[in-house]
């Protein structure tokens, strides 16, 4: 693949070399430093903790960790990664899909009694993944990565410097300290320090900004099992907006990436867009956090992986990102269990690439490129957006998007209803462009800059 493409992974010279040598001379285990306690790190941390002849430290910056997030997940993480019902604050088996001009179309119908989305709240679910992880092994540190030195020879260590937060006494700064690790599994997010130890480039990033607000019992029964989506460029130009329903609250919020300064403006619209259920509510949590848009140029340099957003793997169009955390970390550390042999060698990078990241994209390259598409066609103008909305009124899109969605493949549909399709989805975006409201104009020519 073409240097630059979105799964495009850099070769270095010397990656080609021999298997890098045998268990420690000293007798000791090799050390995994799995940096980030989210959903990738955790599902890291707990294949590698299995493996009782390694030795695995996952470190956390905030064991409570309340990250902005929408928090929903398919049905299959819920059965592969045996998330437990108490984790589920939700499940959402109604959507209604709200368009430009506030044509409501109910999304549904065509689930399965036992299929739905579960929704979560993030400090939850990470905090039960990560403490599975630990009860199998895992060495939890509480502290905040400052610094990789990066290793000089094929089996010296990384050196990892951080801030141990568990030293009560060091003012809530903690206490600076070192530890050494064999093998790097980068899960620390869209600012990775990992990713920018290993030089892995750089990626576009949108901006999520989430309200968690409170609502009475009667409007907290309206969301129950329902979530609702907005799109229109009045909550983002480039994306959707949410209201999503948690154990005692709701979920409102939106992301953009074209125009990341104005988010405020597109967060108060969605709240003006929902004011009839919102109202009285009480904000108990402003949050926002950057998602990236996109893998990143590199994934692995040496003896150290990215998973999660640390490695771009959030989708477009649905902007969906938990699923495959947990699912990259899980097939990284799969993959390198395997190569460790017992934990008796070190894995050469080419051989990470071999298995771990050939493995991903040929699982998932379809998924992003697909959504990739989406995205650009439909969340591109109102008319566009207008069109969406329609199209999700038929039985047989809600069928393949929700099956694609809830199980992580994409569905083949009928050929003769796809053309069908086809021919519907030009007939209404010819309809919407005469009838919709052009974009709102918007200029940032210095956030622009920042673009990749």
Known sequence: MPKGTKFHCNWVAGSKRALAGQAKADGSKYRIGVIGGGPSGAAAAEIFAKDKELETYIIERKMDNVKPCGGAI??????????????????????????????????????????????????????????????????????????????????????????????????????????????????????????????????????????????????????????????????????????????????????????????????????????????????????????????????????????????????????????????????????????????TRLPTQQEIEETYIADYDKKYQATYVVLDLLQKVFYSSNAAREAFVEMCDSDYVQKVTFDSYLYKTIQGGNPIDDVKLLFSTVGSILRAQATTPKDRTFSNPVESLKRL
Request: glycine residues 10%; hydrophobic residues 35%.
């Open 74 to 343: 398919p049905l299959c993480m819920v059965d592969e990664f045996d998330i437990p019902e108490s984790v589920i604050d939700r499940k959402v088996r109604k959507m209604k899909m709200i368009s430009p001009s506030n044509r409501v179309v109910d999304v549904g119908r065509t689930l399965k009694p036992n299929e739905y989305i579960g929704m979560t709240r993030r400090e939850i679910l990470d905090g039960f993944m990560r403490n599975r992880s630990v009860d199998l092994g895992a060495i939890p540190i509480n502290g905040l990565v400052t610094k990789i030195d990066i290793p000089k020879g094929d089996s010296d260590p990384y050196l990892v410097h951080y801030q141990d937060y568990e030293d009560k006494t060091a003012g809530g700064v903690g206490t600076p300290k070192t530890i050494e690790f064999d093998v790097l599994i980068g899960a620390d997010g869209a600012n990775s320090r990992v990713a920018k130890a290993i030089d892995a480039g750089e990626y576009n990033y949108a901006i999520a900004f989430q309200e968690r607000i409170a609502v009475d019992e009667e409007k907290m029964d309206y969301y129950k099992d329902l979530a609702e989506m907005y799109v229109g460029d009045d909550v983002s130009p480039d994306f959707y907006a949410w209201v999503f329903p948690k154990y005692d609250h709701v979920g409102v919020g939106t992301g953009t990436v074209v125009n990341r300064p104005d988010i405020p403006k597109y967060q108060k619209a969605i709240r003006e867009r929902a004011k009839e259920r919102l109202e009285g509510g009480k904000i108990i949590k402003v949050e926002a956090h950057p998602i990236p848009e996109h893998p990143r140029p590199r994934r692995v340099q040496n003896r150290a992986a990215l998973v999660g957003d640390a490695a771009g793997y959030v989708t477009k169009c649905s902007g969906e990102g938990i699923y495959f955390a947990a699912k990259s970390g899980r097939m990284a550390a799969e993959a390198i269990v395997k190569l460790m042999q017992g934990g």
